[in-house]
């Protein structure tokens, strides 16, 4: 039963499998089919009313007939090349138009002659003596050496390498006749290449920027270096004996297969998988060949290139036709699609290249997969430049969301403290008219209660009087107090002043005002008007104090600001000169309640308090904070 459930689940796994894979190999199926009518369709149909196809050949000391196209024997020696002697024909009535002799294709350079002066010669165009550009040539036939009727035409062609010499027909007649078929194959055969390798150039140029930018993805950096190495190889000519740096041809053999194993390691990071360790004997074919190049004489590397570089390219195709293929059943995304479409075509070129290499398919030496696979890397490049420009726009597009949120969200933020500030406001007014009532009830109410218990009872005019003056002193200081005074509390001890004074005369107490510095009190935007009513009750105890249990003559107030560790504060003192009192008196006396009560009061304020008496008098000393409290402590 558990094998029974362990492959249950497989079942639905491999049915997803093939119904992904079946119609990825059919559409790759059809792109190879598509590309092999179009490779029969690509090359241009030449002017065979002008081929001259019948030569003699003279190779290595003996003569014999051939019909073009012709291979030769392969050669390492360009001494004594492969001699092709043919005639055309010239009508003297045709001196009036220019004639051309057109080679469609040749390999790897070749020598036209025209009644024995050369008119062509192949080896002073780079381009064209590698056999895989498919470099056409053309060159016009000065008509001083044009005779009317038969007319020799010889043909030396220069082969070098391990490949067989390939001659196709040549064409000789008008050149209005053979141009167009010249110009359409240098349309596809080198412009093209060059169109494809610029690009190539260019997008490695951006890729690497964006690898440089993007470090932690690699992908960039490794399809850059890829296209760098197959510019260098689109660029850089092939020398050819007698060359003047022959060393060089070790690095064009050995950029192919190096750079065909990048493009599988970008494949691999593209779509999202580890590089394997073991994957890197994947580069030992190029690196071989390579240093065959550098220590090697001709021909050793063209014939390990053969042999060792050109399997591996196909290897690396079938690679990365595999990569793509898994990517598409595991991924079902456009760019996999893309990328596999690409690699069926190169694909494709690659083994119609090699069916031509070993003349399978006869008469046909037209190399496609460098184009194809050029074609193939700009694809690429361009789709992951596009994938890159597309993550950009969805990273500004992000950033403009962003940027909408955290303005809405600042909106959004603004309001909620403008209503907090509000709620403070009004939490803010709601606990001063706490306050104010609070002062009010035991102020106010108290000396109301105490009149009206006194006319009830029937006492003298003079204690009602008494208990009057009592409750409007507790009114105008809660009254005084309610004032925006801007934090300066002096403006409070100037109208505590007055009723002081006032209370004092009466009972012929001279009060001494004295402010020893310039400012007063330092300012304190923080006060509040509870804070006020507190320092002012404080005074007035003391003051109180002063009269009915001092029997002072002389009452001193003196007002100054010191200066602390963290800064100004201000002190309050009020010294009279009267017998004094014992602090440590019975705590439940008046006297004691009322220094309870200035205790706390100060500590409410978060000012000290300080208190000493003697024989000569009393001294209270309150010491201001340097930023009063806000606090719902008071106490009343």
Same mark, same amino acid.
């Given at each position: 039963?558990?094998?029974?459930?362990?492959?249950?689940?497989?079942?639905?796994?491999?049915?997803?499998?093939?119904?992904?894979?079946?119609?990825?190999?059919?559409?790759?199926?059809?792109? !190879?089919?598509?590309?092999?009518? &179009?490779?029969?369709?690509?090359?241009?149909d030449?002017?065979?009313?002008?081929? #001259?196809?019948?030569?003699?050949?003279?190779?290595?000391?003996?003569?014999?007939? !051939?019909?073009?196209?012709?291979?030769?024997?392969?050669?390492?020696?360009? %001494?004594?090349?492969?001699?092709?002697?043919?005639?055309?024909?010239f009508?003297?009535?045709?001196?009036?138009?220019?004639? +051309?002799?057109?080679?469609?294709?040749? +390999?790897?350079? !070749?020598?036209?002659?025209?009644?024995?002066?050369?008119?062509?010669?192949?080896?002073?165009?780079?381009t064209?003596?590698?056999? $895989?550009?498919?470099?056409?040539?053309?060159?016009?036939?000065?008509?001083?050496?044009?005779?009317?009727?038969?007319?020799?035409?010889?043909?030396?062609?220069?082969?070098? /390498?391990?490949?067989? %010499?390939?001659?196709?027909?040549?064409?000789?007649?008008?050149?209005?006749?053979?141009?167009?078929?010249?110009?359409? *194959?240098?349309?596809?055969?080198?412009?093209?290449?060059?169109?494809? +390798?610029?690009?190539?150039?260019?997008?490695?140029?951006?890729?690497?920027?964006?690898?440089?930018?993007?470090?932690?993805?690699? #992908?960039?950096? !490794?399809?850059?270096?890829?296209?760098?190495?197959?510019?260098?190889?689109?660029?850089?000519?092939?020398?050819?004996?007698p060359?003047?740096?022959?060393?060089?041809?070790?690095?064009? =053999?050995?950029?192919?297969?190096?750079? +065909?194993?990048?493009?599988?390691?970008?494949?691999?990071l593209?779509? &999202?998988?580890?590089?394997?360790?073991?994957?890197?004997?994947?580069?030992?074919? /190029?690196?071989?060949?390579?240093?065959?190049? =550098?220590?090697?004489?001709?021909?050793?590397?063209?014939?390990?290139?053969?042999? =060792? &570089?050109?399997?591996?390219?196909?290897?690396?195709?079938?690679?990365?036709?595999?990569?793509?293929?898994?990517?598409?059943?595991k991924r079902? $995304?456009?760019?996999?699609?893309?990328? %596999?479409?690409?690699?069926?075509?190169?694909?494709?070129?690659?083994?119609?290249?090699?069916?031509?290499?070993?003349?399978?398919?006869?008469?046909?030496?037209?190399?496609?997969?460098?184009?194809?696979?050029?074609?193939?890397?700009?694809?690429?490049?361009?789709?992951?430049?596009?994938?890159?420009?597309?993550?950009?726009?969805?990273?500004?597009?992000?950033?403009?969301?962003?940027?909408?949120?955290?303005?809405?969200?600042?909106? *959004?933020?603004?309001?909620?403290?403008?209503?907090?500030?509000?709620?403070?406001?009004?939490?803010?007014?709601?606990?001063? *008219?706490?306050?104010?009532?609070?002062d009010?009830? $035991? /102020?106010? /109410?108290?000396?109301?209660?105490?009149?009206?218990?006194?006319?009830?009872? &029937?006492?003298?005019?003079?204690?009602i009087?008494?208990?009057?003056?009592?409750a409007?002193?507790?009114?105008?200081?809660?009254?005084?107090?309610?004032?925006?005074m801007?934090?300066?509390?002096?403006?409070?001890?100037?109208?505590?002043?007055e009723?002081?004074t006032?209370?004092?005369?009466?009972?012929?107490?001279?009060?001494?005002?004295?402010?020893?510095?310039?400012?007063?009190?330092? =300012?304190?935007p923080?006060l509040?008007?509870?804070?006020?009513?507190?320092?002012?009750?404080?005074? $007035?105890?003391?003051?109180?104090?002063? #009269?009915?249990?001092?029997?002072?003559?002389?009452?001193?107030?003196?007002?100054?600001t010191?200066?602390?560790?963290?800064?100004?504060?201000?002190?309050?003192s009020?010294?009279?000169d009267?017998? %004094?009192?014992?602090?440590?008196?019975?705590?439940?006396?008046?006297?004691?309640?009322?220094?309870?009560?200035? *205790?706390?009061r100060?500590?409410?304020?978060?000012?000290?308090?300080?208190?000493?008496?003697?024989?000569s008098?009393?001294?209270?000393?309150?010491?201001?904070?340097?930023?009063?409290?806000?606090?719902?402590?008071a106490?009343?």
């Open positions: 039963m558990s094998e029974i459930a362990a492959k249950a689940p497989t079942r639905p796994r491999r049915r997803l499998i093939a119904s992904r894979l079946v119609p990825y190999l059919l559409l790759q199926a059809l792109i !190879v089919i598509a590309t092999i009518l &179009g490779l029969r369709l690509v090359p241009p030449d002017p065979d009313d002008y081929a #001259v196809s019948e030569f003699t050949l003279r190779e290595n000391g003996a003569a014999q007939p !051939v019909t073009l196209p012709h291979y030769t024997s392969s050669r390492y020696s360009l %001494g004594d090349p492969p001699l092709y002697n043919g005639t055309f024909n009508r003297s009535g045709d001196a009036a138009t220019a004639w +051309s002799v057109f080679l469609p294709r040749f +390999s790897n350079g !070749v020598e036209v002659a025209v009644n024995g002066v050369v008119v062509m010669d192949s080896r002073r165009d780079d064209a003596n590698r056999p $895989d550009r498919n470099t056409p040539a053309i060159a016009l036939i000065p008509s001083s050496l044009l005779r009317d009727g038969p007319n020799r035409l010889t043909v030396r062609l220069f082969v070098w /390498g391990p490949l067989k %010499g390939f001659l196709d027909s040549v064409y000789v007649g008008p050149d209005a006749s053979l141009r167009p078929a010249y110009e359409t *194959r240098a349309l596809l055969f080198v412009t093209l290449p060059v169109v494809f +390798s610029a690009w190539q150039s260019l997008l490695a140029v951006i890729l690497a920027i964006m690898w440089l930018m993007r470090r932690r993805e690699p #992908v960039y950096g !490794v399809l850059a270096a890829g296209m760098l190495v197959g510019a260098v190889q689109a660029f850089v000519p092939a020398p050819v004996p060359a003047p740096y022959p060393r060089l041809a070790a690095i064009l =053999l050995a950029s192919a297969p190096i750079e +065909s194993a990048l493009v599988v390691v970008f494949a691999v593209f779509f &999202g998988w580890r590089w394997p360790r073991y994957g890197l004997l994947l580069f030992a074919p /190029g690196l071989i060949i390579l240093a065959v190049g =550098l220590f090697a004489g001709q021909p050793v590397p063209r014939i390990t290139f053969l042999f =060792l &570089g050109v399997p591996t390219v196909g290897l690396c195709l079938m690679l990365l036709a595999f990569i793509v293929t898994k990517a598409v059943i079902q $995304d456009a760019a996999s699609f893309t990328i %596999g479409c690409a690699v069926s075509i190169v694909l494709t070129c690659w083994f119609h290249d090699m069916l031509s290499v070993f003349e399978i398919v006869p008469d046909e030496r037209i190399f496609v997969t460098r184009l194809s696979y050029s074609a193939m890397l700009v694809a690429i490049g361009a789709g992951l430049t596009w994938r890159f420009a597309r993550a950009l726009n969805q990273v500004d597009s992000f950033a403009g969301q962003l940027v909408a949120r955290v303005r809405e969200a600042e909106e *959004r933020l603004k309001a909620s403290f403008a209503r907090e500030e509000e709620r403070a406001r009004a939490a803010a007014l709601a606990n001063e *008219r706490t306050r104010l009532m609070r009010l009830h $035991d /102020g106010l /109410g108290g000396q109301l209660v105490s009149i009206v218990a006194l006319s009830e009872r &029937g006492h003298e005019g003079a204690t009087t008494d208990a009057a003056r009592a409007l002193k507790d009114l105008r200081l809660v009254i005084d107090s309610m004032d925006d801007g934090g300066d509390l002096m403006l409070a001890l100037g109208s505590w002043r009723r002081a006032a209370q004092l005369r009466p009972h012929d107490i001279a009060l001494d005002w004295r402010v020893a510095t310039p400012q007063g009190l330092p =300012l304190h923080e509040r008007p509870w804070h006020v009513i507190q320092v002012v009750r404080i005074l $007035d105890e003391a003051v109180t104090n002063a #009269v009915k249990h001092a029997q002072a003559g002389n009452v001193a107030v003196t007002i100054e010191l200066d602390g560790g963290q800064g100004p504060y201000g002190v309050i009020v010294t009279d009267g017998r %004094g009192f014992a602090p440590s008196g019975n705590g439940a006396s008046q006297t004691a309640r009322g220094l309870r009560n200035m *205790r706390s100060a500590a409410c304020c978060g000012a000290v308090l300080d208190l000493s008496s003697d024989g008098g009393t001294r209270v000393r309150l010491q201001l904070p340097q930023v009063f409290p806000d606090s719902d402590a106490g009343g």
